[in-house]
């Protein structure tokens, strides 16, 4: 069972430092319409003159941006932008996902639009 939600994406920083990434609906109404982006949710991000910038399901990776220790072996959370971040989406740069969320606005400058269909878990 899925559910539609229509608004705009963000970050937010959990107990331990690790940057979250969310989707938050239209007319927040508390915390109910906040929600984490998870694996097997539907997610369409939007740039200001309405292209589509992703249109997948989310596939979260935790291995790319991840320090790589001397064996290769990927260790520790990814990092994008400077950032500890808990996942990127497999198949993309670390950096590339996170400046989907995580953006410096200037003045006039929009949060990017962007449609979730959420995954329900029972």
């Not at 229509?6 to 927040?28: Q, V």
């Not at 319409?33 to 596939?59: A, K, R």
């Not at 993309?92 to 878990?121: C, N, S, T």
């Amino acid at each position: 069972m899925y559910s539609t939600l229509i608004e705009t994406l963000t970050y937010w920083f959990d107990s331990s430092g690790i940057l979250l990434w969310l989707f938050i609906e239209d007319n927040p109404n508390g915390l109910e319409n906040i929600h984490l982006l998870c694996d097997g949710d539907h997610l369409t991000v939007f740039d200001e003159q309405d292209e589509i910038l992703f249109c997948d399901y989310i596939e979260t990776d935790t291995t790319v941006g991840a320090f790589i220790d001397a064996t290769g072996k990927s260790i520790g959370s990814p990092y994008a932008l400077g950032f500890k971040v808990k996942w990127i989406q497999r198949g993309w740069q670390a950096h590339d996902w996170a400046r989907l969320f995580v953006r410096y606005h200037q003045e006039g400058e929009l949060p990017r639009r962007a449609e979730l269909i959420k995954r329900v878990v029972h």
